[in-house]
């Protein structure tokens, strides 16, 4: 976790920036809209096909029983969610993507590569909770395997793939970050705590 650790030490980790980086990027994300709808196209099909890849076969998720305890100690709080951004995180951290969409999402859309990742896995598991819960109102179903997550996420990648990454999924992807951005601080907390329990347990 080497990448990791000099992304604490230079303030761009989770912990150091989510309070700072979730005010200011609202009005990045704001007048993104405003910009080329074709920039974001080929944006977000960057980042969707560097999920798409790193989710076709699935490495070992240490999913230890502190980040368990960590999550579903906690109210509000969508266990997918954050079980399959810190899986995203940890593979952006272990193999660093060769299409260059970090350089793009934030260059393009003002936002930064791990926030790029926790709008994309949310965004991901909302396809898959309208094919799996279509009833439901949310996709927080308490889930104790990462393996069932894993298969969520891939129904929602094949989703998102039957519809095509068009104007409308720009438009889905910008409305799912602007409402991350309204998550209460307590929210915020939970996930910032999850996300160093689990990079501390890999040294």
């Known amino acids: 976790m080497k990448k990791y650790n000099q992304d604490k030490n230079g303030g761009h980790s989770l912990k150091a920036q989510s309070s700072k ?48 305890k960590e999550i579903e100690g906690a109210v509000n709080v969508d266990y997918w969610e954050i079980c399959l951004f810190i899986y995203l995180l940890d593979r952006y951290f272990e193999t660093p993507p060769n299409n260059e969409w970090d350089n793009e999402l934030e260059k393009t859309m003002s936002i930064y590569p791990w926030a790029g990742l926790h709008t994309m896995s949310s965004l991901i598991l909302t396809y898959a909770a309208s094919i799996l819960y279509p009833e439901a109102q949310e996709h927080n179903i308490p889930l104790s395997q990462p393996d069932t997550i894993f298969q969520a996420a891939k129904i929602g990648i094949d989703t998102i793939k039957n519809e095509s990454i068009d104007s409308e999924f720009v438009n889905q992807f910008l409305e799912e970050r602007c409402r991350i951005l309204e998550y209460p601080a307590e929210v915020l907390e939970v996930f910032d705590s999850a996300v160093n329990v689990y990079f501390s347990a890999q040294g």
């Open 21 to 68: 980086a979730y005010s200011d990027h609202e009005g990045a994300v704001e007048s993104s809209l405003q910009n080329d709808k074709n920039e974001h196209l080929t944006c977000l099909g960057l980042i969707f096909d560097w999920c798409s890849q790193e989710l076709e076969n699935p490495t070992f998720f240490s999913f230890t029983d502190e980040l368990q």
